[in-house]
């Protein structure tokens, strides 16, 4: 299965509670901190919800 690369770029501060909750369900805490991730259906669901504060990248 594929992966991915995903990094936050911008700060969740300001933002809902659940695309800060998200952004911790995908193990993303501070700006610029970077995980990889297999590309499963929910995984890229959760990309899809706070994509406007990602950059993705296929691995």
Known sequence: ???VKI???KSPIDRPQRQ???LQALGLNKTNSSKE???T???LGMIRKVEHMLKV???
């Open 1 to 3: 299965m594929k992966k």
């Open 20 to 22: 800060k909750l998200t």
């Open 41 to 43: 259906p929910q995984v």
């Open 57 to 59: 990248e296929e691995i």
């Open 7 to 9: 990094t936050l770029v």
């Open 37 to 39: 991730h297999e590309a």
